[in-house]
């Protein structure tokens, strides 16, 4: 007890600042991995949190500092994640598989290229959004939703010849 008195009254006399919720706010995002948030948003946070651990390391940091710490590194941990990529590589995968299979009007097939090529330029951005990756998903099944198949196509115009053919007749 009387050495916690003894350390009291140093902090007193030595003016240490209470770095109580500094130390909180690291721990709270010592979980945090890089991969998880897009680069430039994780190097600001990596260097307000290394900042912010110096200052707590500094035994004799003034309230300023310790202040300044907190702020700087609460208004940093704002980080934008990254997004799951999942969905939208097997959809890739999906319009590539209909496109082998089928041959599809030129204008819907171009709308579907322009979408692929859009949906794997989101895949091969490390720091993709999943609000970019959902938009480019929802560009995607759209494309895929519009392809007309050439041959659906031909039978439905040579249907509707031999209905004309048949009005013709009666």
Do not use: H, P
Request: glycine content about 2%; proline content about 0%; some cysteine.
């Amino acid at each position: 007890a009387a050495i916690e008195e003894l350390d009291a009254a140093v902090d007193q006399l030595v003016g240490r600042a209470d770095k109580s919720t500094l130390e909180e706010l690291i721990n709270s995002v010592a979980d945090y991995q890089e991969d998880d948030y897009t680069s430039d948003t994780w190097a600001e946070f990596a260097d307000a949190l290394a900042d912010a651990e110096a200052v707590l390391a500094d035994e004799n940091a003034s309230e300023e500092e310790v202040s300044a710490a907190v702020a700087a590194l609460d208004a940093k941990a704002v980080l934008i994640a990254r997004g799951n990529k999942t969905e939208l590589s097997d959809l890739v995968d999906e319009a590539y598989a209909l496109t082998a299979e089928t041959i599809y009007t030129e204008s819907t097939q171009n709308a579907l290229d322009e979408a692929i090529a859009a949906a794997e330029a989101v895949l091969a951005d490390a720091d993709a959004t999943q609000e970019e990756i959902d938009a480019a998903k929802a560009e995607l099944q759209s494309a895929i939703d519009g392809l007309v198949d050439v041959t659906e196509l031909t039978v439905l115009c040579a249907a509707g010849e031999l209905v004309r053919a048949a009005e013709e007749m009666f």
